[in-house]
């Protein structure tokens, strides 16, 4: 059986007060009202890993991730992060690939199959972002384009590699625009990468593969997301900052 997971992106905000307030919120409102088995993830910016995760401790199926990763395991590289690292406070899930860092880091499909490759080989899980540009996907090619992202940054990857791999569809016309996908592009989509996946992998593999969406996910359209067959919970930006909504999301399957 695939997880069910929603994890909270954070992006660049929130100071380390307002972050640990949040995570105190959500925390508590996850061991008093979510009585379903979904993975609760909280991706907060780097400086704020190691006090979250103090934070969360042992609480159920809670965990941390970062938003990013240095491909290096160490070395002149200033201002970077490198995997082993944050392995060091304690993050379980590291976001990879997100649509802001392609559009303005300028990360690609290659370089972001190092990065996963790191991940790996630390024992970190990538939450691997793909998605497609508004114009993209007026064009209509947008399916072939994300699976090019997946093939191009995950196919190299063994079946018991690929096997711990969290997909993250986020359109990026619907990131932060409050236009979110309709319950039927998400499935199209998420049904279109799952049979990708078996075709490479096999049907197991892609039946356990988790594939969260992503991209102006809130309290009121998340149930309706969530009851597609192939999507698996989402990666939630804005509505990840107010604790009620996010919660009310996990709450959601
Ligand atoms: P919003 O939920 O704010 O649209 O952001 C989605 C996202 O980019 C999560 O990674």
């Known amino acids: 059986m695939r997880k069910k997971i929603v994890a909270g992106n954070w992006k660049m905000n929130n100071t380390i007060d307002e972050g640990l307030q949040l995570t105190s919120e959500i925390a508590s409102m996850v061991v008093d009202e979510v009585a379903n088995d979904a993975i609760v993830?909280?991706?907060?910016?780097?400086?704020?890993?190691?006090?979250?995760?103090?934070?969360?401790?042992?609480?159920?199926?809670?965990?941390?991730?970062?938003?990013?990763?240095?491909?290096?395991?160490?070395?002149?590289?200033?201002?970077?992060?490198?995997?082993?690292?944050?392995?060091?406070?304690?993050?379980?899930?590291?976001?990879?690939?997100?649509?802001?860092?392609r559009e303005y880091f300028n990360e690609n499909n290659k370089q972001l199959a190092a990065k996963v490759d790191a991940c790996l080989a630390n024992g970190l899980t990538p939450i691997f972002c793909c998605g497609e540009s508004l114009e993209t996907r007026e064009g209509g090619d947008f399916i072939a384009f994300v699976c090019q992202q997946i093939k191009?940054?995950?196919?190299?990857?063994?079946?018991?590699?690929?096997?711990?791999?969290?997909?993250a569809y986020e359109p990026i016309w619907?990131?932060?625009?409050?236009?979110?996908?309709?319950?039927?592009?998400?499935?199209?989509?998420?049904?279109?990468?799952?049979?990708?996946?078996?075709?490479?992998?096999?049907?197991?593999?892609?039946?356990?593969?988790?594939?969260?969406?992503?991209?102006?996910?809130?309290p009121d359209n998340a149930a309706e997301l969530f009851a597609c067959s192939d999507v698996d919970g989402g990666l939630i930006g804005g509505a990840s900052l107010k604790s009620r909504d996010f919660v009310d999301i996990v709450k959601s399957f």
């Open 174 to 218: 619907a990131i932060g625009t409050g236009m979110t996908a309709s319950s039927d592009q998400a499935q199209e989509m998420h049904a279109a990468l799952r049979g990708y996946i078996a075709e490479q992998y096999g049907n197991d593999i892609a039946d356990n593969t988790s594939i969260l969406y992503g991209g102006s996910c809130k």
């Open 152 to 167: 191009e940054s995950l196919f190299h990857l063994s079946k018991e590699d690929f096997s711990k791999i969290v997909i």
């Open 41 to 101: 993830v909280l991706a907060p910016p780097y400086i704020h890993l190691t006090k979250v995760k103090q934070l969360i401790g042992t609480t159920k199926n809670m965990y941390l991730s970062a938003q990013n990763c240095n491909e290096q395991a160490s070395g002149a590289y200033t201002g970077e992060i490198s995997v082993p690292m944050l392995v060091s406070v304690g993050a379980e899930y590291v976001i990879l690939g997100h649509s802001e860092r």
